[in-house]
């Protein structure tokens, strides 16, 4: 695994004493299985073993977690080595970068590890050359909200053509990186 800082990004080894420290990291294709098991959690969690989504992706084959590490930024946070919460991130064209997924394993919410996860993420994409970083997220998740607000996204009235939304319950925002 690349192990990142939040913050800069910069490649280093965490110190021996701190591995009870949340870390974030970005996962490569052979944290594949790391992968596979936080989002099938993160999947579990929000929408139920029962969702169609959660159906198809546990059955994915090694080379299809893979293949979406290949295409996709994932950042994940660790503590003691052990994985709590996922966001990706991908190139929405070539000006625009799409966060998705943002998920904490219960036990890790309100420790302010969702701001990291994102910041991480919108530093990835100013790394990147994006403009702008946009997302969606449920008009009813008032955490999720306040940890984006507190980045500085606003609600966007039109979003790019694939972050957009038709569905009632989801907010479109939208931070400037240029």
Known sequence: MVILDAMTLEHRRPPEHAMDAPRIIRLTESDWRTFAQLRLRALADTLG????QYRDEIS???AQWRRRLRAHAQFAVTIDDRGVGLIGAQRENAVTVYLYSLWLDPSARRRGLGRALVSTA???ARGERARAVTLRVNTGNAAARGVYEGLGFQVTV???PSASSSRTDELVMSLSVD
């Open 49 to 52: 073993t029962g969702d169609p």
């Open 60 to 62: 994915f084959t090694a």
């Open 122 to 124: 919108v530093e990835w």
């Open 158 to 160: 039109a979003g790019s």
